[in-house]
């Protein structure tokens, strides 16, 4: 199980967002992936690796963490930012996604 | 440029079937393992099953096994999933998405299909 936190992370564009991902157990290989998604919108990958940007994806996106606690950090947020962020682990199966934390201004 | 394009949704009543295709382009689908990802409405995002790029492996969600059949056709870059016995709790946006192996990261996604489940 992956829990997500905080569910709603109320912020003003510039700010840094700082969200964790906690898995009930550790996720093997670190093979944890972050993903945004928009209102209509099929998600979007992000980090995947735990740490490793995808392609065009921006460098104030990061990723860090390992074992079972895991972070997305958005240093100076931006309008196109404020979205909702899911964290999946692909460790193990069945494949699972976390609650999802909601970025909003 | 990748591109994931779902259809086959709609409204559907409860005990009854549908069949979602994925068509896939600007990539050699063959290649790439496939997933179907749900999203029920004001929900997150729930894996439901996935493909390894030869077809020989499988992967269900334990909720859809016995009811839902991932399958692929990679002369014709397209992806299904054949759902029966349908409830309302399977009702969702459902994504087809690509990963370099069965159990991988996804790196695109389509834009969903949309399954009602109804009386």
């Known amino acids: 199980v992956l829990t997500q936190s905080p569910d709603t992370l109320p912020l003003s564009p510039g700010e840094r967002a700082t969200l964790s991902c906690r898995a009930s157990?550790?996720?093997?290989?670190?093979?944890l992936a972050w993903y945004q998604q928009k209102p209509g919108q099929g998600p979007r990958l992000l980090i995947y690796?735990?740490?490793s940007r995808a392609t065009g994806i921006p460098d104030r996106f990061s990723g860090s963490g390992s074992g079972a606690d895991f972070t997305l950090t958005i240093s100076g947020l931006e309008p196109d930012d404020f979205a909702v962020y899911y964290c999946?682990?692909?460790?193990?199966?069945?494949?699972?996604f976390g609650g999802g934390t909601k970025v909003e201004i | 440029e990748v591109q994931l394009v779902e259809s086959g949704g709609g409204l559907v009543q409860p005990g009854g079937s549908l069949r979602l295709s994925c068509e896939a382009s600007?990539?050699?689908?063959?290649?790439?393992?496939m997933h179907w990802v749900r999203q029920a409405p004001g929900k997150g995002l729930e894996y439901v099953a996935g493909?390894?790029?030869?077809?020989?492996?499988?992967y269900y969600v334990d909720s859809v096994r016995d009811r839902f059949t991932i399958s692929r056709d990679n002369s014709n870059n397209t992806l299904y999933l054949q759902m029966g016995s349908l409830r309302a709790e399977d009702m969702a946006v459902y994504y087809c998405?690509?990963?370099?192996?069965?159990?991988?990261?996804?790196?695109?996604w389509g834009q969903g299909a949309q399954v009602t489940v109804s009386s």
């Open positions: 600007g990539f050699f689908f063959r290649n790439f393992a």
């Open positions: 493909i390894s790029s030869n077809a020989g492996n499988t």
């Open positions: 999946q682990q692909y460790g193990s199966s069945p494949l699972t």
């Open positions: 690796g735990a740490t």
């Open positions: 998405a690509r990963s370099g192996w069965l159990r991988g990261h996804f790196d695109y």
């Open positions: 157990q550790s996720v093997s290989a670190n093979y």
